[in-house]
């Protein structure tokens, strides 16, 4: 088998990993290994922007308790303490390397989601954050020269020897590589294909929570996942995130008949955390027998929302709807998930020689329910910890490593993808029971033979992957007995008793 060895090894190209490759990059050779392009990630996409404390009506205090509050009792404090008192360095470090953040004349341009009581979202060419930090962090890391690029190229597992990390093995041009490194950074991002309606790209299949699970590592709070209110609606059109950052410049929702709404459910009305907006969403869908409602954003200057939201204009557009003259049909769509594989505050796992930052790792900054562009703020400050704790590891590099996968492929695999989606939407979504969950067990486990056999093809790497998950997020929607934050059960609408603590799982607990 080839064998490569690299100093660090970073696996996913998004804000965290390569965040974390800057870090590393003065102390020995780094691989960034990605699935498919590097710039193909969750923050290619982000819209709405980065929540930071940059002036002066606002505090890291006001900025920590928001974020406390739509965690809903359950995030660690210490590691939101950590996010937003390092968070405004990470941005100015960020100006330093040629970010272009919107401005108001010499002033940075601030705007509001929900749940945040200040205006303190930094947003990019109107509503293309996620490019713009792109941009700026692939410029960096093409200037370092200890930090190569590894693109198309699939992780199949990890490397653990001794109950230690020594890498992972990949498939390149379908060929089996190890990759032996000190010290393994996982930051593969999120899981949102798991669900038949999401804001996600289609690289989000939760390998890294996959492979580090199959690894042994811990995971935890894996029920909470976040589903945005509003993703564009039309049969014809691509799912679509249409940013909350809309709302907070004034946006509404109507439904169908063209009443407002939001005020019946929550005093904060279409500023509500998450969670209540999209659960009204749905409420309003079934009582007036309808698939989708609006946002209406008919009252606004033109010119503004041309200027503010260009590229939700310019999609909306393609598929011939005008966001300043015509009601857009949305629906809430899986978005993000708050659970994933446990770290400290220095991106360490339950395994020696793994980390992990961003989306794929729980440090617990977002407890039961994300506060809106905290994520990608997670990515900075927590990618830059990790890559800092990583150069310090001291596993002694390991000289073999031996894998031997079969490369099978799974008959109906798209069929079995579809429908893994379809029960994972309708019967764990945004309302679930033990009625639903149940049967989205049974439903799932007729297909448990794939996550007994090794493949060396994305396709079916990823559906293991999802399949492994969507497990995993069924048995903690099961175990956590009540309704806290993003995590909503129809037949245990209270807390529940012990809701405050955390449900931790890892292969030792679940049987597949
Ligand atoms: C949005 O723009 O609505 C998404 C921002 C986020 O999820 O943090």
Redesign the pocket.
Known sequence: MKTEEVDFLIIGSGVAGLRAAIELAPYGGVLVVTKDKPNESSTEY????IAAVMSDEDTVGIHLEDTLKAGDGLCREEAVKVLVEEGSERIKELISWGAEFDREGMKLSLTL?AAHSRRRILHARGDSTGKELERVLLKKVLSLKSVRKYPFAITMDLIIKDSECHGAYVVKDGEVIALLAKATILTTGGAGQLFSRTTNPMVATGDGMSIAFRAGALLEDMEFVQF?PTSLYSPTAPQF?L???MRGEGAVLRNINGERFMERYHPMAELAPRDIVSRAIISEMVRTDSRHVYLDLRHMDKDFVKKRFPAIYATCLRYDVDITSDLIPVSPAA??IMGGVKTDLDGKTSIKGLYAAGEVACTGVHGAN?L?????LEGFVYGARAGSAARNTVISPSKSACYDPASGSIPDSEEIRRSLRKIMWEKVGIIRCANSLDEARRALRVHNHILNEDYCRRHELELKNMLTLARIIIEAADMRKGSVGAHYRSDFKDRGPNWNEHIAIDKGIIFF
């Open positions: 982000a819209q709405g922007g989601e945005h995130l940013s909350e950052s978005h993000y994300r809106a562009s905290n994520s990608l």
